[in-house]
């Protein structure tokens, strides 16, 4: 198997930058490597330990460190589980198996066990989401609730933007920053002192990683209509990734209990919904268990 790293060098970047972000990780916390059947799973805990267990699945070409702005937040309330996704430039093992077969399933089946879990809230971001969709519809009554921020699965993916992009991965650190800006929208010039270090991370997994280059298999009307959980999703308008739109209308007509949030100036980077993924959670740890 082809690594998911350019180069060793590249990879060991991308880790030890990694590393430095989780030695920040701004609450107390256990860091954890769970064994499972695509092997081992780097997985951060934190929040009060009987509190209310929530798995956070990140997106692609991303890390747990992409949680680390709101964490402190949902912290207060949760027992959070950021959960590093395998194949991708975290401390999870790089096994990609196939998104059409039932495989990641089964892999959170295995990081609940390791985390001694028998249902939990799933949040979840573009591949993230598709990740905790797939899990919600083969495994419904072990997801308390479910969060989807931009994710995949449900609207028609885009290829254009990534046509748009491959030219512009032959052109050094100016194409790499260009094209993810065609898909996250220009970097702003005011980016506060505090954030430029996450800014750069993101640059160097965009120079160092080789991201998926698949279609996230589309849900069927019959697997939606088997979400009875709670569902949050938020969406970008403008997202360049994946039809929001479609994603709206599926939902609304196969999930009519689903509270959506969408946002039409937004993209596929949303605007942070930090106390409204809070409140929905809370709420969703009230009703009670199907």
């Known amino acids: 198997m082809a690594s998911i790293y350019k180069s060793e060098r590249g990879e060991a970047a991308i880790q030890e930058r990694y590393q430095q972000f989780l030695d920040r990780w701004p609450v107390a916390n256990k860091r954890l490597q769970i064994a499972t059947r ?18 956070f699945l990140h997106g692609s070409a991303a890390n747990s460190a992409m949680w680390m702005g709101d964490v402190a937040v949902w912290a207060k309330d949760f027992r959070v589980f950021a959960v590093d996704v395998i194949g991708e430039p975290g401390l999870s093992a790089s ?15 295995d990081v609940m066990a390791g985390l001694a879990l028998d249902c939990a809230s799933l949040v979840g971001i573009s591949l993230g989401g598709w990740l905790a969709l797939d899990y919600a519809t083969r495994q419904p009554e072990r997801v308390k609730s479910l969060v989807l921020l931009c994710p995949g699965g449900i609207g028609r993916q885009k290829v254009g933007i990534a046509l748009k992009t491959i030219p512009l991965r032959f052109l050094g650190r100016w194409g790499t920053k260009k094209a993810r800006e065609l898909v996250l929208g220009p970097t702003s010039t005011d980016i506060p002192p505090t954030a430029r270090p996450f800014v750069d991370f993101i640059a160097l997994i965009h120079e160092q990683f080789r991201p998926r280059m698949v279609k996230m298999p589309i849900m069927s009307d019959t697997a939606l209509k088997s ?20 994603t709206r209308h599926r939902l609304e007509h196969t999930v009519p209990q689903a509270k959506i ?12 919904q ?17």
């Open 227 to 246: 979400l009875t959980m709670p569902v949050l999703a938020i969406l970008g308008g403008k997202d360049v990734l994946l039809d929001s739109a479609e």
């Open 38 to 55: 695509q092997g081992e799973t780097h997985v951060v805990a934190c929040g009060p330990l009987n509190a209310p267990p929530v798995i």
């Open 95 to 109: 096994s990609r198996p196939p998104l059409t077969s039932q495989a990641y399933a089964l892999w959170l089946d």
């Open 261 to 272: 949030l969408y946002y039409p100036e937004s993209g596929h980077l949303l605007p942070t």
């Open 274 to 290: 930090t106390s409204e993924i809070s409140d929905f959670l809370r709420e969703a740890v009230r009703q009670p268990y199907r």
